[in-house]
């Protein structure tokens, strides 16, 4: 039976339902730059990595362009287009109730942080991982493991939950299991260890009670 009881979160798409103001900041950067998105689906290219979209969307030599409008654009949205997924908390909270442990990864600024701290949602971490620790990007198991170190954690215990391949592939390199959070059903259910679409579902599926 599962009990996982160290669980490290990715934060945008996974926590936080952001893919809404990622494509729109998306477009607003290809209008600028002339780029048709007829035959694009952005939000599903946005899935792999941003720079990788960018890519795409926009060829290599004009990526670094696209990505740097982008973030312009994506600042201008503001925190107000940032919000959690319903039972965001819930979730959260379950599993420190059940002596669990909750920890943030993700690829986004510190502006994750002020998300979960309007929100209240702070208390139910015990550590945080955002861009400015400079690790190397997901699918790399830098952070992870730097995480798993620093907090003595048992690999075993370990589960790295997020919306993107690169998430789970993240905690395979890092010799933890991975789950993927995916309500739109991007993926199959065979590219994860665990697979779901709500988030209220994952403390009684990966943990026992204490």
Aim: aromatic share 12%.
């Amino acid at each position: 039976m599962n009990d996982y009881r160290c669980f490290i979160w990715d934060f945008d798409g996974t926590l936080y339902d952001t893919y809404d103001r990622i494509v729109r900041a998306v477009k607003k950067a290809m209008d600028e730059m002339g780029l048709s998105d007829e035959g694009l689906n952005v939000k599903a290219l946005a899935k792999t990595t941003l720079r990788g979209a960018c890519e795409v969307i926009a060829g290599a030599e004009r990526a670094d362009e696209l990505l740097s409008r982008y973030f312009a654009h994506a600042e201008d949205e503001g925190p107000e287009s940032m919000q959690p997924f319903p039972g965001c908390e819930e979730t959260l909270k379950a599993i420190v109730d059940k002596g669990g442990f909750n920890y943030l990864y993700t690829h986004r600024d510190k502006t994750a942080l002020d998300a979960l701290s309007r929100d209240n949602l702070e208390q139910y971490f015990r550590d945080f991982i955002t861009d400015e620790a400079d690790f190397p990007s997901k699918p790399a198991p830098d952070a992870l493991n730097w995480l798993i170190d620093q907090h003595y954690l048992d690999r075993s215990e370990c589960i790295m939950i997020g919306d993107r391949i690169i998430d789970v592939n993240a905690g395979k390199n890092a010799g933890i299991a991975g789950a993927l959070f995916d309500p739109d059903r991007f993926y199959s259910e065979d590219d994860a260890d665990f697979f779901f679409t709500r988030l209220t579902d994952i403390p009684d599926t990966l943990m026992q009670d204490e």
